[in-house]
């Protein structure tokens, strides 16, 4: 399992969807055994990580940025339906976490100054959206996950310039945004940098990214009618 002393990126994945896994069911179907969210609190700084290498590595842009927009939504779609719930799910975060990437890119490479004006106030956008809209529909219980700490901390792990600064980093945005939610099981979030300390920057043998595009919204489904039949 381990290839050099190390961890691919394949491996870091099945890791991150274990643990969101184990989140999800803590949350809904066994909310006494808190250990089972504890080790949930890995899966957010892993898949941040692995958001930001998506966003180096990438060949098309749109292509990315769309395919976990557009998951994102249809599962927003669902619990907006079902659930009647206004909060964000993380795909979404990450989605605004690639439009400020994607932007300050393209506003450090063109000089252009039209597009440089946009770009701009697409990054001013993202962070509006992500500070001032949840308290603007504070009301309607619009919330995005992970707040804006969520939508930065991909963004600072993309401009960190070596890995010992992506896990310094890392560490200080996962400390801010503990703090800002109050602390609790947060801290173990912090859990996560050894094992991202250990990423060999390797995919793996195989291409298991469209596992996660499966997985995500199957998971959810599964655990959902679980929780029908348990409260019938």
């Given at each position: 399992?381990?290839?050099?002393?190390?961890?691919?990126?394949?491996?870091?994945?099945?890791?991150?969807?274990?643990?969101?896994?184990?989140?999800?069911?803590?949350?809904?179907?066994?909310?006494?055994?808190?250990?089972?969210?504890?080790?949930?609190?890995?899966?957010?700084?892993?898949?941040?990580?692995?958001?930001?290498?998506?966003?180096?590595?990438?060949?098309?842009?749109?292509?990315?940025?769309?395919?976990?927009?557009?998951?994102?939504?249809?599962?927003?779609?669902?619990?907006?339906?079902?659930?009647?719930?206004?909060?964000?799910?993380?795909?979404?975060?990450?989605?605004?976490?690639?439009?400020?990437?994607?932007?300050?890119?393209?506003?450090?490479?063109?000089?252009?100054?039209?597009?440089?004006?946009?770009?701009?106030?697409?990054?001013?956008?993202?962070?509006?959206?992500?500070?001032?809209?949840?308290?603007?529909?504070?009301?309607?219980?619009?919330?995005?996950?992970?707040?804006?700490?969520?939508?930065?901390?991909?963004?600072?792990?993309?401009?960190?310039?070596d890995k010992l600064r992506k896990l310094i980093y890392t560490a200080g945005i996962l400390i801010l945004l503990t703090l800002d939610l109050g602390g609790g099981i947060q801290w173990w979030s912090l859990l996560a940098i050894p094992?991202?300390?250990?990423?060999?920057?390797?995919?793996?043998?195989?291409?298991?990214?469209?596992?996660?595009?499966?997985?995500?919204?199957?998971?959810?489904?599964?655990?959902?009618?679980?929780?029908?039949?348990?409260?019938?």
């Open positions: 399992m381990i290839e050099k002393l190390g961890l691919t990126n394949n491996q870091l994945k099945i890791i991150a969807m274990l643990a969101m896994l184990s989140d999800h069911i803590g949350k809904v179907l066994l909310p006494q055994y808190r250990i089972l969210q504890i080790i949930g609190r890995l899966a957010f700084p892993i898949f941040a990580f692995m958001i930001a290498e998506g966003c180096f590595y990438t060949k098309n842009k749109v292509r990315y940025f769309l395919t976990v927009f557009l998951l994102g939504a249809g599962c927003q779609a669902v619990y907006i339906i079902w659930e009647k719930s206004l909060y964000m799910n993380i795909l979404l975060t990450f989605s605004l976490s690639i439009i400020f990437i994607f932007s300050l890119e393209n506003y450090k490479k063109t000089k252009e100054k039209r597009i440089r004006i946009l770009m701009l106030f697409t990054v001013i956008t993202v962070l509006l959206i992500a500070v001032m809209l949840p308290v603007i529909l504070i009301d309607q219980g619009f919330i995005i996950d992970y707040g804006i700490f969520g939508v930065l901390l991909p963004v600072a792990i993309f401009y960190a310039p094992l991202l300390a250990l990423y060999n920057q390797k995919r793996g043998k195989y291409n298991i990214k469209p596992l996660f595009y499966i997985f995500y919204p199957a998971h959810l489904v599964v655990i959902y009618l679980i929780s029908l039949f348990l409260n019938k």
